[in-house]
């Protein structure tokens, strides 16, 4: 038996979408290679304007003389069934817990301990600086007057007898910018170290001083290459090793500091303590 028609069911509408398709990605990834040509080989361009005509002949087709298009069928929206109210026991969900979200880091470490970690750090780093001045150049003011020359250029082009030599204004200049990047980077370690996993020393006295070298190498060698020759790269990787080291262990052994998200509802919106102001207010 044929199944009866339902001739009060109302009609099922049908719209007509344009069919998908790639040519335009086709026509922007041309375009793209075109002006990619500029910069690089003229054969990109020409590969660039090839594939574009090729996309907007495709485009075009699909287009005209008659659109493609695919079409939908919009079946009738069932009407829901009645909702029927809850009232769940509403529990408190701990940091981590519960898929409750966590903003990391839970707790940071205070500016305070980055700052120690800086001159610590320094200090670690200075010392293996003038060790590898007296060992191996002979002076102690070898690698302060290396490292003024980064505010003095005209120092980066001097003699080795000249590096070797004192100066007092590199010798001033040399420790304020030593001092200065000591500490900024201890602020950075004081905020980049507790978002990181776990064995901060590996992170901070191993990874960082690496990119931190590979960073100054790249740059110095393109802004003053001159400079960038006399460095003994070897010694400078241990020094930044030996810096990290001393940073990140002062700046893990600090006392963290919890985040605002541990605290409660109430502390974060500031009501214990407007709750606390009236009270003392009504006590007097």
Do not use: C
Request: glycine share 8%; net charge neutral.
């Amino acid at each position: 038996m044929m199944p009866a028609h339902d001739e009060h069911a109302p009609p099922s509408e049908q719209i007509d979408l344009p069919a998908p398709t790639a040519w335009p990605m086709v026509v922007a990834l041309g375009i793209t290679l075109a002006f990619a040509g500029l910069v690089t080989h003229a054969a990109v361009s020409v590969v660039g304007i090839v594939l574009a005509l090729i996309g907007a002949v495709g485009w075009w087709r699909e287009v005209l003389p008659e659109e493609q298009v695919e079409r939908i069928v919009m079946r009738p929206m069932e009407r829901p069934s009645a909702v029927v109210p809850s009232k769940p026991a509403v529990e408190r969900a701990s940091i981590g817990e519960g898929a409750h979200r966590t903003r990391v880091p839970v707790e940071v470490q205070p500016y305070s301990a980055g700052i120690r970690g800086g001159i610590v750090g320094g200090i670690a780093m200075a010392v293996l600086a003038l060790a590898y001045g007296l060992i191996v150049q002979r002076s102690l003011w070898y690698p302060i007057n290396l490292l003024s020359a980064v505010a003095l250029p005209a120092l980066a082009q001097a003699s080795l007898a000249e590096l070797r030599a004192f100066s007092l204004l590199a010798l001033v200049i040399g420790t304020i910018v030593h001092g200065l990047i000591s500490v900024l980077v201890g602020l950075l370690y004081a905020v980049i170290l507790p978002m990181l996993p776990r064995r901060h020393m590996f992170w901070g006295g191993v990874i960082a001083p690496l990119l931190w070298t590979g960073l100054v190498w790249a740059l110095l060698g393109i802004v003053d290459p001159t400079l960038a020759a006399r460095v003994d790269w070897p010694w400078f990787v241990v020094s930044q090793i030996a810096f990290g080291l001393a940073a990140g262990f002062v700046v893990a052994r600090a006392h963290p500091l919890a985040t605002m998200q541990t605290w409660p509802l109430a502390a974060r919106a500031g009501v214990e303590a407007s709750r606390a102001r009236s009270e003392q207010e009504r006590d007097r």
